[in-house]
């Protein structure tokens, strides 16, 4: 007799994002997709049974903030990272790439780029992945309508400091770096012609306009080059600290209004402010919501932020842009947070090596370690530990890091344990600690600024559309992510 389901998971606690409770539930899987949610399915009626144990299931997190082939080459790097995602409880992971130096290092028009990153990937990736696009060159904007339309990529970034500011830190030679002609700029009025673009896209593709974005990193490249001098010659800051200060909050504040005023200007309705840093930061992405509330405004935080700051004990593992703050921003973005003005939380994943991230003549030199770190193997555990203390429910912790970003981004069959929804499922401990410990993830970075934190909630077993990828320390099975052309259809039940 056949079974009409491929799996259940019996005794699980699941945790569903827009409810006040967890209720112990078993959960029936039929070809990837959530079948069944009842308090008793009979073991019988499946070809494969798992026991939860009364562990949390929540649903996979959506890692909305990656950047995969950054600093080492695409299809090596999402092997690794892709793994160190399913260890976290990362089921779908979504990643900012462009043309320029670093990733595939080349320039000219993405119907040529993008047929190479998505071979690169293919088969590769252990967790479903996607991709947002940042138009570098004038004629990107032109592609828009392309990417989104062939390629299922309807968001799109822009980095704000780019054209006057390097990645790493001050620099002559922003051209080069971006790889754009004589003719090009990056800058705040080719912004506004990519908002331009986008709206036009909602215009003319009404059954896309919910999900094409823009999403911006937020600062100011002239603030950032004049307060880096100051700090050079400050002797008295180091470090952190120095960064933090030659990166200053008000940076990023200025950034978020020029951002929302060319939101308004240009009627492109989805705005996300990505990896918001500091209190500045916040107080301007929420006013600039109270002044342009027809815009559909979402704000990110990341985990890095989150769980780290100005004090943690290796400098040069933790710089990343927007910096890590002191302590005081950093219970800023907590109450942002448990107050319901953060829409999600990433990791702003980005695998830089212990060869790469600083240099082998001066390694405490903050000003000569480049920018990014690894960091979505934590994503769920960091919210889950820090969030429980601070009296963060579960539920929300769930829209936070699964349903929000799958709404906003297009990804209509993720983001919630319900019948229809991908069985996209990540099992937790929430009182089991453990010390993070980098030789301990399946990264290939090597070394991590969270080292030595104690962290309470651990990944158990992470389900990808109902396979299991990761269980008990131990990542399973062949690599079985898909690509995410967005919008997804949508689930039908």
Known sequence: MDKPFDLVIKNARVVRPKRTAVDCLDIAVKDGRIERLAPEIAAEQAKEVFDAKNLLAFPGCVDAHMHIGIYQPLALDAI????????????????????????????????????????????????????????????????MEHLALEHGVPSFKIFMFYGGYGLHGRSNDQADFLMIGPEDRYDIAHFEFIMRSAQRLMAAHPELAAHVSVSLHCEIAEILNAYTKIVERDRTLTGLHAYSAARPPHSEGLAIWIASYLANETNCLNINLLHLSSRKAIDAAWTMQQVFPHIAFRREVTVGHLLLDTDCECPVH?????????????????????????????????????????????????WLAKAGFGGTEYLLSGVLSEGSKRGMSYNHMAELLSFNPAQRFGLRNKGDIAPGFDADIALVDPHESFVVRAEQSESKQGYTPFEGQELTGRVKS????????????????????????????????
């Open 80 to 143: 690794s990272e892709s793994k160190a995602a399913a260890m976290g409880g990362v089921t779908s992971s979504l990643n900012y790439i462009r043309t320029g130096r670093y990733y595939l290092n080349r320039n000219g028009p993405y119907r040529a780029f993008m047929p190479e990153v998505l071979k690169q990937s293919e088969g590769h990736f252990w967790v479903d992945y996607g991709y947002h696009i940042a138009p570098i060159e004038a004629g990107h904007i032109e592609e």
């Open 318 to 366: 933790a710089k990343v842009n927007p910096p890590i703050r002191p302590r005081a921003d950093v219970e800023a973005l907590w109450d942002a947070v448990l107050t319901r003005k953060v829409d999600w939380i990433v990791s702003d994943h980005a695998c830089c090596s212990a060869e790469q991230k600083w240099s082998k003549d001066d390694p405490d030199n903050i």
């Open 462 to 493: 992470t389900f990808l559309r109902g396979a299991l990828t990761y269980n008990d320390g131990n990542v399973v099975g062949p690599a079985r992510g898909r690509y995410l052309r967005r919008p997804q259809p949508g689930h039908d039940k």
